[in-house]
Nanobody
Framework: QVQLVESGGGLVQAGASLRLSCAASGRTFNTYTMGWFRQAPGKEREFAAAINWSGVTTYYADSVKGRFTISRDNAKNTVYLQMTSLKPEDTAVYYC?????????????????WGQGTQVTVSS
């Protein structure tokens, strides 16, 4: 079973950039679709971005499209979320997750492994 550990969160000002990393254990990382989700206080967890097993296909929520970039390095068992032009509304705990669903953007319930999350706080 893959284990996921996020890092890279922090407190930044609006307009700044951050890069989140998610390191995965296990030898089957390159078979998973990987996703980034976020959850703000009092709100439901929501999709931010996803990437297929090869890194060729990516998916983004409209709220982050053009500002966030998801990528992966299968040799390092790591998926990244580069976040630019951050806004206060991006403040949330960010989670990475793994799904065995391929060929499309998996639904939240189709991700079976989750990291513990990393806090991102954007001040105005």
């Amino acid at each position: 079973q893959v284990q996921l550990v996020e890092s890279g969160g922090g407190l930044v000002q609006a307009g700044a950039s951050l890069r989140l990393s998610c390191a995965a254990s296990g030898r089957t990382f390159n078979t998973y679709t990987m996703g980034w989700f976020r959850q703000a206080p009092g709100k439901e967890r929501e999709f931010a971005a996803a990437i297929n097993w090869s890194g060729v296909t990516t998916y983004y929520a409209d709220s982050v499209k053009g500002r966030f970039t998801i990528s992966r390095d299968n040799a390092k068992n790591t998926v990244y979320l580069q976040m630019t032009s951050l806004k206060p509304e991006d403040t949330a705990v960010y989670y990475c997750a793994a799904s065995l669903v391929g060929g499309r953007n998996p639904a939240l319930t189709e991700y079976h492994r989750w990291g513990q999350g990393t806090q991102v706080t954007v001040s105005s």
